[in-house]
């Protein structure tokens, strides 16, 4: 409470905070913005009875069960970034501008993302379009009206990607994820209020257990998001002249969830691909093809399939992304190049592979946290049966970990101008 009032008391920080409030403020008036010649009705009625698009409206912030102008969300810039990133691992050229050119060579880097995210988001929303089209959601779209409809949903999201930018640079923390935060917390009021009209007085005890159960998740997030390996590092004395270089321990920190929210990310848009493929094609005038399609997005909205696919992906692209962004041969032949070595280890292949084995081990654990994360709400709904207030694991994690990146800013901020008065 001594740190939050310190943040109003200090001018410039209010004027941060301020700041970030007022952007929030614009996002969530931009996702009410409706489309028009939508069906609210049928809408409706197909976000209730399709599971994997609720989960997508959630990240957007409701935008796009709305059908607002930014129905998108951030989604084609995260995609874009996602894409930038694992490019860098296939060409050596592009990882330079990104580890090694300094600011500018990651400006530059942001500016291709940027450049990508707009054919990304183009083709997301005539495919969003052409999916809801089927559906009986949009009840007429002339050509015209789908290149207007088009247009004005990818500058939505271009929108969306300069508030968050300005965030970034004018306010606290990642202007990205803080939006993304807003979207998920936004829908957090309605959840609870449709569960105290659906409260039962007999059920009491369910809810605290319930309450109970969101508390520990909570709790363990925080424990595995925090949570890291230190190997410790030794340097050698060096003697350069009369001076004295080195003898001292160090530490290398590896995270225990070191791909955050990026697996999950991935599971997620290849668990709806085929199921929105097989609602687009369940309209065809092609009976076999209509009844193949309708059978397939029938077996993938199985809870029990969804969640055994769900996991199992989560876990497979934890272990993946964690080997493409992290290089245990690098971080090897940087110890060794500036004289440390890990007791007991040999420096360089020896150092490389002992990493490598810490790395997996402690990845096993990650991999299995973020696929038990992911599937949380599957198991919450079948164990208390409660279906308005379901506690969204991955939702909890991105908010979790936005509030703990967002308190290490502050704290900074506090910390440096308690080193400036003093």
């Known amino acids: 409470m001594n740190k939050f009032l310190q943040i109003f008391k200090i001018p410039d920080l209010r004027k941060k905070i301020f700041f970030i409030l007022g952007m929030l403020v614009i996002f969530r008036l931009a996702s009410s913005i409706p489309m028009p010649g939508i069906d609210r009705v049928r809408l409706a009625e197909l976000f209730s009875s399709n ?84 559906q009986g959601v949009i009840v007429s779209l002339p050509f015209f009206d789908l290149i207007t409809l088009i247009t004005t949903v990818t500058a939505g999201t271009m929108f969306l990607v300069w508030i968050g930018e300005l965030i970034t640079e004018k306010g606290i923390g990642n202007g990205t994820s803080l939006l993304i935060f807003a979207g998920i917390v936004a829908s957090l009021p309605t959840s609870v209020g449709q569960s105290l009209i659906a409260f039962d007085p007999s059920q009491i005890f369910t809810y605290l257990v319930f309450i109970a159960v969101a508390v520990v998740v909570i709790a363990g997030i925080v424990i595995i998001s925090e949570g890291q390996r230190n190997i410790p590092v030794s340097f050698a004395k060096r003697v350069r002249g009369r001076r004295t270089f080195g003898g001292f321990s160090s530490h290398i920190p590896l995270r225990v969830n070191q791909a955050g929210v990026i697996p999950i990310i991935f599971s997620l848009s290849i668990l709806l691909f085929p199921g929105l493929i097989a609602q687009f094609l369940s309209t065809s005038s092609i009976t076999w093809l209509a009844n193949i399609s309708k059978s397939l997005a029938a077996f993938l909205q199985q809870p029990l399939t969804y969640g055994i696919l769900y996991f199992f992906l989560v876990t497979v692209f934890t272990y993946f992304y964690t080997a493409v962004t992290f290089d245990p041969k690098a971080i090897s032949e940087n110890v060794q190049k500036q004289g440390g070595f890990i ?36 198991i919450v709904q079948r164990a208390f049966g409660i279906t308005t207030l379901t506690l969204g694991g991955t939702a909890l994690l991105i908010v979790v970990s936005v509030v703990l990146e967002t308190m290490r800013q502050i704290n900074a901020q506090l910390t440096l101008r308690e080193y400036d008065n003093f």
């Open 51 to 134: 599971q994997l698009l609720g989960l997508v409206s959630l990240f957007t912030g409701g935008t796009l069960s709305n059908f607002s102008v930014i129905l998108l969300g951030l989604g084609p810039y995260i995609t874009a970034s996602i894409i930038m990133q694992l490019l860098t691992m296939i060409f050596p050229s592009l990882r330079e501008m990104y580890m090694e050119s300094g600011s500018e060579g990651r400006a530059k880097f942001n500016q291709f993302s940027r450049l990508l995210t707009i054919p990304l988001a183009a083709l997301q929303s005539l495919a969003t379009v052409s999916i809801f089209r089927s």
């Open 343 to 378: 007791p007991g280890i040999r420096p360089g292949e020896p150092t490389a592979t002992f990493i490598g084995n810490v790395v997996n081990r402690i990845t096993l654990v990650g991999a299995l946290f973020l696929g038990l994360i992911a599937i949380l709400p599957l």
